[in-house]
């Protein structure tokens, strides 16, 4: 059996690269989502693409946009956490799959890209803060979850916990 260095799977390939490959291919074979910074308008366009549900949550100072797809309680949800000027700030999901995150974060992608693919001496969740970015995905086969939100879009009254 190879030996397994610290912080590298047998192949010598290290882990934060390993994660980066696996977040790479979910890119390719899931949904797309919302759009992280685009008006509310992009959650109709998302649940129509998936044949997903959509639930309307309201809470003190935002609106929650849930879109659910594949069968209950086992299917991929996203929330879209929505400004009351329309702006969604803040997104999270959980289910058997990550989100296309390309989609998801739209803009903000590229700088999520090149945040991850830095070299990291930390096992576990991935959380990445590149300016006012904040992106944290942690999970296993079958089961992720993860949230992403621009601290600036974040309505003042609200707080960043909120997005989960």
């Known amino acids: 059996m190879p030996r397994m260095e610290c ?4 192949s010598g390939v290290p882990a934060s690269r390993w994660l980066g490959g ?3 291919v979910a890119l390719l074979v899931a949904p797309a989502w919302a759009v992280l910074g685009q008006q509310v308008q992009s959650v109709l366009v998302d649940r129509a693409r ?6 309307q949550i309201r ?5 929650i946009q849930q879109i659910s797809s594949g069968q209950p309680g086992r299917g991929t949800v996203i929330r879209e956490y929505v400004s ?3 702006m969604v700030f803040g997104v999270s999901w959980h289910g058997p799959r990550i989100p296309n995150l390309r989609a998801l974060l739209g803009a903000y992608f590229t700088r ?3 945040a991850a693919a830095q ?3 930390v096992r576990g ?8 970015l904040v992106v944290e995905s942690a999970g296993h086969m079958r089961a992720f979850y993860g949230r992403a939100f621009v601290t600036k879009l974040i309505p003042h009254n609200v707080s960043a916990a909120v997005v989960r």
């Open 22 to 24: 696996v977040l790479a």
């Open 119 to 121: 070299p990291r001496r």
């Open 125 to 132: 969740p991935l959380r990445i803060q590149s300016g006012d």
């Open 50 to 55: 998936v044949a997903g549900r959509l639930r």
């Open 59 to 63: 809470a003190t100072g935002y609106t």
């Open 112 to 114: 999520f890209q090149k």
């Open 84 to 86: 009351p000027s329309g």
């Open 7 to 10: 912080g590298k799977w047998p």
